[in-house]
């Protein structure tokens, strides 16, 4: 009698991030050298739901390795949110025949695996893939450093024409509701600002404002120069321009703002990136032979680390105290 070859599908889901390519590419490899079958859903769990798919090859997935995006194509699927959705979806599971899914995104892309093994009786692991970092349990996730390194290219640009007219300057980033791209940014640009939701809570913005306002206008008096404020997105109530408006406002002081949005999300990976992506996907392969179910694999000091999907979308990952640290000694150093 033969013995039915292992089905393995994958998905990209949320907000795309260099080196979900990788991903897919070692998965797919990984499951072509061990004689598994491979598909790819597209839109996220747009393409369970829709039945949309492809099937994976090396010769498709080889040249994407370098690409940023994903060639799966991602999305936010608001069918998951629904319990007809998520039936729906585990429906064309069984309709392929799928033994394992392996999903690559990041908190809600894990949320929705915990309600799909509600209706699917297949092996779940989930790859941490996001610019955000703001997952725990995983070192970094697939994305974060190349989101910084691009951010940071493009603040070294700005402050190349912030010293040239001797301006403020509040770059935004992004980060949804965590500061790990922000706190990452500006230590590695030497900012002499950043906020963010790790230092800059709702109440303490007059502080915060009071502050920044006394350090500009000292800056000023002592040296020439240009002074850069990294602000994580969602921070400031109405963001980068009303922080622009009262610093105007409060001590007619000019600045200059820029947003650079999804500019963080495009470009190739960086080589950490697309080793840690390939890294995961061979792992997230291997741990579907072992018959692993229901775990995140992160990489946490060189190794590769399984854990409860539970545990991920409940625990928070905090940025390092270190971080904080760092910044709160170059601002003193700055000032003396
Ligand atoms: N509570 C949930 N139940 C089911 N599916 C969810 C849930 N939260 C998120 N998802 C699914 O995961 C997708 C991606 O989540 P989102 O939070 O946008 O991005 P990320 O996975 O990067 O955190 C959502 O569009 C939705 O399809
Ligand atoms: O592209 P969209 O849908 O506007 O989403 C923007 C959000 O996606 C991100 O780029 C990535 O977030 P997720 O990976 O959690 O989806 C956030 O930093 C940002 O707040």
């Known amino acids: 009698m033969q013995l039915k070859r292992p089905k393995i599908a994958v998905l990209t889901s949320g907000g795309d991030a260099p080196g979900m390519n990788a991903a897919i590419r070692a998965i797919t490899l990984a499951c072509h050298s061990s004689g598994y079958s491979c598909i790819g859903f597209f839109h996220g769990y747009n393409g369970l739901i829709d039945d949309e798919w492809c099937e994976l090859t090396p010769r498709l997935v080889n040249p994407t390795l370098q690409q940023g995006g994903t060639l799966l194509k991602s999305a936010r699927c608001k069918a998951m949110l629904t ?31 915990l309600e799909l093994e509600k209706e ?21 996730t697939i994305g974060f450093a190349t989101a910084v390194q691009t951010a940071a290219s ?36 030497g900012a002499e600002a950043i906020l963010s939701f790790e230092n800059c809570q709702p109440p303490q913005h007059d502080a915060i404002l009071s502050e920044l306002t006394t350090a500009i206008t000292q800056q000023q008096q002592v040296r020439h120069g240009s002074y850069l404020i990294v602000c994580a997105e969602n921070l400031w109530p109405g963001g980068a321009s009303a922080l622009q408006k009262a610093l105007k406002e409060r001590a007619a002081i000019d600045s200059a703002v820029c947003i650079l949005g999804h500019i963080q999300r495009g470009g190739s990976p960086v080589v950490n990136d697309r080793l840690l992506a390939s890294k995961l996907g061979l792992a997230a392969v291997e741990a579907v032979e072992q018959q692993q179910h229901m775990v995140m694999l992160g990489e946490i000091a060189g190794n590769v680390v399984a854990t409860a999907l539970n545990a991920t979308v409940q625990d928070h990952k905090p940025v390092a105290s270190f971080w904080l640290k760092a910044h709160r000694s170059a601002l003193k150093g700055d000032l003396a």
């Not at 585990?90 to 949320?111: E, P, Q």
């Not at 509040?170 to 949804?176: A, C, L, N, Y």
Request: one cysteine or more; glycine letters at 12%; a negative charge.
């Open 120 to 140: 699917w009786r297949g092996q779940l692991i989930g790859l941490p893939g996001t610019i955000d970092n703001d997952l725990a349990h995983c070192d970094a």
């Open 154 to 189: 493009a603040i070294d640009k700005i402050r190349d024409t912030a010293n040239a007219f001797e301006r403020v300057f509040i770059v935004e980033v992004m980060g949804r509701h965590s500061g790990h791209i922000a706190f990452a940014v500006g230590l590695a640009t």
């Open 83 to 113: 319990s007809d959705g998520v039936k729906q979806a585990a429906n064309t599971l069984y309709k392929h025949d799928i033994d394992a899914l392996i999903v690559v995104g990041g908190d809600g892309s894990f949320r929705g695996m």
